[in-house]
T-cell receptor, first 115, second 114 residues
């Protein structure tokens, strides 16, 4: 069975500093995908970044980067230069091999950015 | 291009009532899914579809039915509402670009069962 674990229920970061949100996963699929979503207090789910298990390089999207360590089964999200608008819930998610409609989510990390 | 739309945005039901949550997408995505989000938790998959006429169960399918007669629509039916089904329901659609299967989420339906 697939599983996503986010061990940080809440995190604080000072504005303009970098922060790392942890995510570990478990799967026996030969290929898989890892996602990070942001959920602000308004409730919508916003896609941030994707990493495929066979991608050679870590994914980056603007201020977001994914620190993918396959052997350790971790997919941590790094947010550089935090902004007040980054305060939100962040969810790590995984889909298995050829499972396009199925995402397994972690329990989330609530990030608060301090001015 | 409206993306993924969900109706209604809010709903209150009494125990035992049935209803259908509507979901539509105009992006011609092959995959569609329903998730529920309970307070303080991540999303859990209820049902999903890989194309018109094809559906399958997710992690928490009990008490819900789905069908997919068209590519665009994927309604979720609550057969006999229970207080345990109080939750926020998200519909999502996705397609594959080099395996990414990025999911686009609707705005959610907040359901309360009394």
């Amino acid at each position: 069975a697939q599983k996503i674990t986010q061990t940080q229920p809440g995190m604080f970061v000072q504005e303009k500093e970098a922060v790392t949100l942890d995510c570990t996963y478990d799967t026996s699929d030969p290929s898989y995908g890892l996602f990070w979503y942001k959920q602000p207090s308004s409730g919508e789910m916003i896609f941030l970044i994707y990493q495929g298990s066979y991608d050679q390089q870590n994914a980056t999207e603007g201020r977001y980067s994914l620190n993918f360590q396959k052997a350790r089964k971790s997919a941590n999200l790094v947010i550089s230069a935090s902004q007040l608008g980054d305060s939100a819930m962040y969810f790590c998610a995984m889909r298995g091999h050829n499972q396009g409609g199925k995402l397994i989510f972690g329990q989330g990390t609530e990030l608060s950015v301090k001015p | 291009n409206a993306g993924v739309t969900q109706t209604p945005k809010f709903q209150v039901l009494k125990t035992g009532q049935s209803m259908t949550l509507q979901c539509a997408q105009d992006m011609n995505h092959e995959y569609m899914s329903w998730y529920r989000q309970d307070p303080g938790m991540g999303l859990r998959l209820i049902h999903y579809s890989v194309g018109a006429g094809i559906t399958d169960q997710g992690e928490v399918p009990n008490g819900y039915n789905v069908s997919r007669s068209t590519t665009e629509d994927f309604p979720l039916r609550l057969l006999s509402a229970a207080p345990s089904q109080t939750s926020v329901y998200f519909c999502a659609s996705s397609y594959s670009i080099q395996g990414a299967y990025e999911q686009y989420f609707g705005p959610g339906t907040r359901l309360t069962v009394t």
